[in-house]
């Protein structure tokens, strides 16, 4: 429970700073993810609303996993197996 409070905290403290418009339209916001939480902490498969979310801001992820407030949580096996699961490749970030 204490880990799902902090990354609350988390994404709600940096949303404020990470909300971006993408070239195709899509706002990355990490609090569209929120969805997947439930499947990323526990061993639970993800729901359809979540890879739905997941491929929305499949374009967002590289960003999210240069922020130093999401890369933990993004780069988690429990990430990649919801990613997996959802049929979502999981990206090949270039550093900026």
């Known amino acids: 429970m204490k880990k799902v409070f ?3 905290v988390v994404v709600v403290a ?3 700073m990470e ?7 899509v706002t ?22 979540c890879c ?3 491929r929305e801001q499949m374009q967002c992820l ?5 922020n130093p ?3 933990n949580y993004v780069n988690s096996p429990g990430s990649r197996r ?9 990206p090949i970030c270039l550093s900026k």
């Open 6 to 8: 902090v990354f609350a």
């Open 14 to 16: 940096v949303v404020a």
């Open 19 to 25: 909300v971006a418009p993408t070239a195709e339209g």
């Open 28 to 49: 990355c916001s990490p609090v569209e993810l929120s969805p997947c939480l439930g499947a990323i902490t526990s061993s639970s498969p993800p729901t359809t609303a």
């Open 52 to 54: 739905q979310k997941l």
């Open 62 to 66: 590289c960003g999210y996993l240069q």
């Open 69 to 71: 407030s999401f890369k």
């Open 82 to 90: 919801v990613a997996s699961s959802c049929g979502v490749p999981f």
